[in-house]
């Protein structure tokens, strides 16, 4: 079992930075992709970002450029930092890792309004 737990968002005017954490704990040597989705209201979920065990990243077409994912593997956290927020990237961001089972965190709600 893994437990995901993340942090980090809140409300920015546009333009604006966020950085959010996730941080695992259990069975975390099981763990080979980490990344984060999100959810906007009335939409499905969809994929942002992933990184790999390898340090191998890839992003969706419309935040590439303004976000990056990076891990810090001594504390078990990988981050999302997102800048140029834009009012069309407001939604609930998911952490997800994957162990040959697909974990979620709680979701952290980011707002970007002015």
């Known amino acids: 079992q893994v437990q995901l737990v993340e942090s980090g968002g809140g409300l920015v005017q546009p333009g604006g930075s966020l950085r959010l954490s996730c941080t695992a704990s259990g069975d975390i040597f099981s763990i080979t992709t980490m990344g984060w989705y999100r959810q906007a209201p009335g939409k499905r979920r969809e994929w942002v970002t992933t990184i790999t065990n390898s340090d191998s990243k890839a992003y969706i077409d419309p935040v590439k450029g303004r976000f990056t994912i990076s891990r810090d593997t001594a504390k078990n956290t990988v981050y999302l930092q997102m800048n140029s927020l834009k009012p069309e990237d407001t939604a609930v961001y998911y952490c997800?890792?994957?162990?040959?089972?697909?974990?979620w965190g709680q979701g952290t709600q980011v707002t970007v309004s002015s």
């Open positions: 997800n890792a994957f162990s040959g089972v697909t974990y």
